[in-house]
């Protein structure tokens, strides 16, 4: 079993509406948890950080975190055609506090 | 500016030559991280180093090598060793456990 799994997609939304991504992983232990969005050929850069069960807002962006069921989610609202990029879920693994466990990323396409 | 420096941003290299790929930061960040990512796939880890001097390795540490003598720096060698280098290789830095991770731009390697 992957540490890190997402679908990868792609999901396809028209502009305007909410794009839910989806990531679970292995480690009931993990405490810390990130969504990334990459666009093709870039590296990755951060959108949202959560620690704490439940949710997190910032701006057009939501994720949520659900340790007794191990899954953490990312809402995008309002998606624009600029949202259009891989979103890579990362959790700070099982062996060291440090490191940094990626999943395969969901691409996501945003219909205008 | 703050930031991650990979360099060179494209490198080119014979089958059978090892290459070493530079990253530098300026962060004052304890924690360096070197990854490589294929076409189409997610992030995953080489080498990861918490400390200066030390380092541990990640999933794929076959047939690469690091140094991390000083905190700023912490150069990728990828060897003879490796059966397929050819990837878009992405360093990147956080200040603690458990926290995010920033990247730099990324180089990537083609051999021929």
């Known amino acids: 079993q992957k540490e890190v799994e997402q679908n990868s997609g792609p999901l396809s939304v028209p502009e305007g509406a909410i794009a839910s991504l989806n990531c679970t992983y292995s480690d009931r232990g993990s405490q810390s948890f990130f969504w990334y969005r990459q ?56 062996d060291s506090s440090y490191k940094l466990i990626f999943g395969s990323g969901t691409r996501l396409l945003v219909r205008p | 500016d703050g930031g991650i420096t990979q360099s060179p941003k494209y ?41 200066v001097n030390d380092f541990q390795k990640g999933d794929i540490a076959e047939g690469y090598s690091v140094s991390r003598e000083k905190k700023e720096s912490f150069p990728l060698t990828v060897t003879s060793a490796q059966k397929n280098p050819t990837a878009f290789y992405l360093c990147a830095s956080s200040n603690g456990e458990g926290t995010e991770a920033f990247f730099g731009q990324g180089t990537r390697l083609t051999v021929v």
Request: proline share 4%.
């Open chain 1, 39 to 94: 666009y093709s050929g870039k590296s990755p850069e951060l959108i949202m950080f959560i620690y704490s069960n439940g949710d997190k807002e910032d701006g057009r962006f939501t994720a949520q975190l659900n340790k007794a069921s191990q899954y953490v989610s990312l809402l995008i609202r309002d998606s624009q055609p600029s949202d259009s990029a891989t979103y890579l879920c990362a959790v700070v693994g099982p």
């Open chain 2, 11 to 51: 490198l080119f290299r014979k089958e059978g030559q090892n290459v070493t790929l530079s990253c530098e930061q300026n962060l004052n960040h304890d924690a360096m991280y070197w990854y490589r990512q294929d076409p189409g796939q997610g992030l995953r880890l080489i080498y990861y180093s918490q400390i």
